[in-house]
């Protein structure tokens, strides 16, 4: 069973920045799309980025320019680094492959706060 844990949240002002990060167990990581959601309090879970096996890259229209997904097969990690961060990116992040999701990992709490 792939278990992930995701790293990295924290308390930012706003623009500023934080680097996420996503660690899978297994050797198949490298051969999944994997995806960073987030949920806010009191609403749904959303892809905010995703990253394909070759390392093409979509982003939701919320964070396109400030945020970047990226990968290292290696490490069975996945990161995203979050620049210019609003007060609306506060949310819990998650990772999971895309699709078929593994089971959800805990999360990591980004707020975005003065």
């Known amino acids: 069973q792939v278990q992930l844990v995701e790293s990295g949240g924290g308390l930012v002002q706003p623009g500023g920045s934080l680097r996420l990060s996503c660690a899978a167990s297994?050797?198949?990581?490298?051969?999944?799309?994997m995806g960073w959601y987030r949920q806010a309090p009191g609403k749904q879970r959303d892809l905010v980025a995703r990253i394909g096996t070759s390392g093409t890259t979509y982003y939701a229209d919320a964070v396109k320019g400030r945020f970047t997904i990226s990968r290292d097969n290696a490490k069975n990690t996945v990161y995203l680094q979050m620049n210019s961060l609003k007060p609306e990116d506060t949310a819990v992040y998650y990772c999971?492959?895309?699709?078929?999701?593994?089971?959800w990992g805990q999360g990591t709490q980004v707020s975005v706060s003065s």
């Open positions: 999971n492959r895309i699709p078929a999701p593994f089971n």
């Open positions: 297994g050797s198949i990581f490298r051969f999944n799309i």
